[in-house]
C-alpha cells in the first residue's frame, strides 16, 4: 500500500510564498501523473497542479502563474512551490495519483493558512 506524507504547510501573510513536499514512492513518479490537492473549508476537494513522468505540467486557472509542481525522483518527493499567496488559497493539500486515487490512501494532508 503506497503512502503519501504531505509537509511544509503553515501560516504565511498575503503575498508570502510556501514550499510543499510529498514522499512518494519512485514507482509512482516513474509511472503515474501526480497532482497536487487542495480542499478548503466547507468545499470539495480540487485539483490543483499536476506533473507528468516527462515532465509536462498543468495548472487551474485559479493557481496559474503563482504555483509551480515539480518532482525529484532522486529524493522520491514531488514538490509545490506557491509564491503570491492569496487568503482564497487557504486549504489543507494533499498530494495523489490522480487517475489512482481509488487505489492509493489520502495522506493527512498540510494545512496552508494565508492570513495578515
Known amino acids: 500500500q503506497e503512502q503519501l506524507v504531505e509537509s511544509g504547510g503553515g501560516l504565511v501573510q498575503p503575498g508570502g510564498s510556501l514550499r510543499l513536499s510529498c514522499v512518494v514512492s519512485?514507482?509512482?513518479?516513474?509511472?503515474?501523473?501526480m497532482g497536487w490537492y487542495r480542499q478548503a473549508p466547507g468545499k470539495e476537494r480540487e485539483l490543483v497542479a499536476t506533473?507528468?513522468?516527462?515532465?509536462?505540467?498543468d495548472y487551474a486557472d485559479s493557481v496559474k502563474g503563482r504555483f509551480t509542481i515539480s518532482t525529484d525522483n532522486a529524493k522520491n518527493t514531488m514538490y509545490l512551490q506557491m509564491n503570491s499567496l492569496k487568503p482564497e488559497d487557504t486549504a489543507v493539500y494533499y498530494c495523489n495519483a490522480p487517475r489512482h486515487t481509488d487505489e492509493i490512501s489520502w495522506g493527512p494532508g498540510t494545512q496552508v493558512t494565508v492570513s495578515s
Open positions: 519512485r514507482t509512482m513518479l516513474d509511472i503515474y501523473i
Open positions: 506533473v507528468a513522468p516527462a515532465g509536462d505540467t
